[in-house]
């Protein structure tokens, strides 16, 4: 009896706190957001499995090095407002971070409340969110006082991750900004490409909105390349800088047979009719979309999971993911995979497509495809699928979305005298800079890197706008 | 921005405006084309420019109304603006001087060859131009191509005006009688481009198409406009939208424009029951 007395129990761990969604079977219909958020109970309970590291690994595991134990410290203590502030410190966008970063590769990775291996590392992300929202949703109108002006001027090149973040960055420090936007909306891919119920338009209007109330100028309908050049704006805009981020976005095609039948798409063109021309709302809205009856999805990363998964909200009765290596070798989020299956996206695994079918009508019916075993690793490191001799099927269907990736536009990297770019013809920036082969010309994001993250993107505008502070006399 | 400042009915079911876009007219070269939208739930349509005035800040477009924007465009009125308007687009038309150019247009198509044949007589060319309609009412912007041709010559399906018969029997004509040609831009409906393209390719003539395919961002992000040239897959937005007649696959390009005509039905009798924009016209009177 005294033994058990005088002995400090242990206290009971805390598992990490499962993320509240909509139903599958409902939400497989709708456009709403599937993640719904942490309530505050959910939020100080999460909040409470943080150690507090003395010497944080998670910042290190963060693109854009937000003080993550601080602010999960200020959601201990209740202070949200003051949480909320301290990431803005780092990241100007979170609540868009706290959606779409993949932080179980990043910040969550590194967290020590995982690394003892028994335990899930504390949920930084949805913490991110909750906080963010929360800001957003009792804001107080305060704002840090803006800097008076430096009398300099930076031109951006696309209103994505990248060229948000940096705006943000150089607008707090009194650089005027001026972002030129080529499409009707703003946000680059985080309008066209990310799906609704992944990340709530309303949510990127209100970040632009926000950059815009600093004083940000943006101009939509403005190609960059065609209009006027990179070059345009140096000389006759007179800008101190210019900073290009204008994405990835030139859809890769598989090069087989019957790509151009109708019904097939790239995922860019079917994520960008649903998301950006609101196709989902046809005929209320003017742009149409094959709504397919039975879907294929070529690819198995975001962007692939994104299409599967809309084409299922648009009213498909089946969607397949024809994928050519194992489900451990896709390339998605963890999330993103188990969302997909959970409500209801087939997976065709170790299978790679050969054919698309078409009819006299020039509509594409059906997939062929060719099975597929994994090999020895390849470069990448994954193991390399390889055909089995013989062994081919078909797959009936009406729509084929191609999801396997984006090359580089060249529109913007060829308009521009001497900019250095690489052999897939992504223009060539120090990473840790973002400076080119040009002087006063800064890049980053998808068209440095190749299709990447978001959080990247962002981390590269964040770099440019401090490089860019730096060479202005003004860090 | 993007307002309508003057605008006309030159046809039945086509109308002419001149529309404020000081930006886009300061760059805009002949070939290049703009992608619209009416209104904020609209689609983004392609249209080749078929005049500016850089001084006056100002384009020309001409359009026939087809499908829910252009109908919905007929409705417009001086005053209104457009929601959105982005351009110059597209590859601008390669001019120099050739030789003797012969210009083909047919029906609509003659609008966007305006600026072409203006630039390829800057350039030096002898051109002949050669228009075409269904019928005589259906004739556009006649008086703006002869004022920059060298010799024009127009053909009605039905006899009506001018000589009776297809552009495509003047063409043919035109190398029957041994006239040293070029170069011949054909711009117009798809079965008339690919028509012109079965007659140059037998005598070998350089030929260039302008083509219309369905677009959505027209900066080569989607590849909604996808076309076969050569065999090759290109992007009618940034590789375009002229490209070599004689290796275009018209067939493909009909079948891929045909792709939403069971939606776009929907939308346009949707639209006839809703009706948007100024109604003094609508819808398309005539």
Redesign the interface.
Do not use: C
């Given at each position: 009896m005294s033994d058990q007395v005088s002995k400090p129990t242990k206290k009971p761990k805390i598992p990490r706190q499962k993320m509240p969604e909509q139903n599958p079977i409902e939400r497989a219909h709708n456009f709403y957001e599937v993640a719904l958020g942490y309530d505050n109970d959910l939020a100080l309970l999460e909040a409470s499995r943080c150690l507090q590291c003395k010497k944080p690994s998670c910042i290190k595991g963060c693109p854009v090095e937000v003080d993550i134990p601080d602010f999960v410290q200020l959601v201990k203590s209740g202070d949200l407002m003051g949480a909320a502030w301290k990431i803005k410190e780092k990241n100007s966008l979170p609540r868009i971070a706290g959606r779409v970063c993949p932080q179980e590769s990043q910040c969550e990775a590194k967290c020590v409340v995982g690394a003892k291996g028994k335990n899930e590392p504390c949920a930084i992300g949805r913490l991110e969110r909750y906080v963010a929202d929360y800001a957003a949703l009792h804001d107080d109108g305060k704002r840090p006082e803006l800097p008076k002006s430096t009398g300099l001027r930076v031109g951006v090149v696309g209103s994505g991750p990248a060229g948000l973040t940096l705006s943000g960055a150089l607008i707090k420090k009194g650089v005027a900004v001026t972002v030129f936007e080529?499409?009707?909306e703003l946000g680059g891919v985080l309008v066209?490409g990310i799906p609704e119920f992944r990340l709530p338009k309303a949510i990127v209007r209100a970040e632009v909105d926000e950059l815009q109330k600093m004083g940000v100028e943006f101009k939509?309908?403005?190609?960059v390349g065609?209009?006027?050049t990179v070059d345009d704006m140096l000389e006759k805009r007179k800008y101190d800088g210019v900073f290009i981020g204008s994405?990835a976005?030139?859809?890769l095609?598989l090069?087989i047979p019957g790509?151009?039948l109708?019904?097939v798409?790239?995922a860019?063109?079917f994520l960008?009719?649903a998301n950006l021309?609101?196709a989902y709302?046809?005929?209320?809205?003017?742009?149409?979309i094959?709504k397919g009856r039975r879907v294929v999805v070529f690819g198995g990363g975001n962007v692939a999971m994104d299409s599967a998964r809309t084409a299922l909200r648009l009213g498909a009765e089946e969607v397949t993911i024809v994928y050519r290596r194992t489900m451990d070798e896709l390339p998605a989020r963890t999330e993103e995979v188990h969302h997909a299956v959970e409500e209801g996206v087939k997976f065709q695994l170790l299978n790679s497509p050969t054919e698309i079918v078409g009819n006299d009508?020039?509509w594409a019916v059906g997939v062929n495809v060719q099975k597929m075993q994994l090999g020895e690793p390849d470069a990448s490191g994954r193991r390399r699928p390889v055909a089995i001799p013989g062994e081919t099927a078909h797959i009936e269907c009406d729509t084929v979305i191609v999801a396997i990736g984006n090359a580089a536009?060249?529109?913007v990297p060829t308009s521009t005298k001497k900019l250095e770019t690489n052999k897939w013809g992504n223009i060539v920036a120090d990473l840790e800079t973002g400076k080119t082969s040009r002087d006063r010309i800064w890049a980053g994001g998808d068209i440095v890197t190749g299709a990447a993250t978001v959080i990247l993107a962002m981390g590269a505008g964040r770099k440019a706008a401090l490089s860019m502070l730096d060479t202005f006399g003004i860090g | 921005m993007f307002e309508i400042l003057e605008k006309e009915r030159i046809g039945p079911g086509v109308n002419r405006a001149v529309i404020s876009a000081p930006d886009i007219a300061r760059a805009h070269l002949p070939g290049q084309f703009i992608i619209l939208r009416t209104h904020k739930d609209g689609e983004r349509i392609p249209l080749t420019v078929a005049d500016k005035d850089a001084e006056k800040g100002t384009i020309t477009l001409v359009w026939q109304e087809v499908g829910t924007t252009t109908y919905f465009m007929g409705t417009m009125c001086v005053g209104e603006k457009f929601e959105d308007m982005c351009g110059p687009l597209g590859k601008p038309t390669h001019l120099e001087k050739f030789g003797t150019v012969v210009g083909v247009g047919g029906g609509i198509g003659v609008a966007p060859l305006y600026p072409i044949t203006k630039g390829m007589h800057d350039a030096g060319n002898h051109v002949i131009s050669i228009i075409g309609a269904r019928t005589e009412g259906l004739l556009i912007m006649t008086e703006e191509i002869k004022k920059v041709s060298d010799e024009l010559i127009i053909s009605t399906d039905d006899g009506s005006f001018g000589v009776h018969g297809f552009v495509t029997q003047v063409l043919q004509g035109l190398i029957d009688k041994g006239t040293k040609i070029d170069l011949v831009v054909a711009i117009g409906p798809v079965p008339m481009m690919k028509a012109v393209c079965n007659v140059t390719r037998k005598v070998n003539l350089p030929t260039v198409v302008s083509l219309n395919p369905i677009m959505v961002d027209g900066t080569g992000m989607c590849g909604a406009c996808r076309v076969e040239v050569a065999g090759k897959t290109m992007f009618g937005c940034v590789d375009g939208p002229e490209f070599d007649g004689l290796q275009v696959d018209f067939d493909l390009l009909m079948k891929r424009l045909a792709m939403y005509k069971g939606p776009e039905l929907i939308a346009l009798n949707n639209f006839r029951e809703t009706p948007r924009g100024c109604q003094c016209t609508f819808p398309g009177g005539a």
């Open positions: 080529a499409l009707h066209y939509t309908n403005w190609v065609r209009i006027e994405g976005g030139a859809p095609f090069k790509e151009n109708n019904g798409y790239s860019n063109e960008t009719r021309m609101k709302l046809f005929p209320q809205a003017d742009t149409p094959a009508a020039g536009n060249p529109l | -």
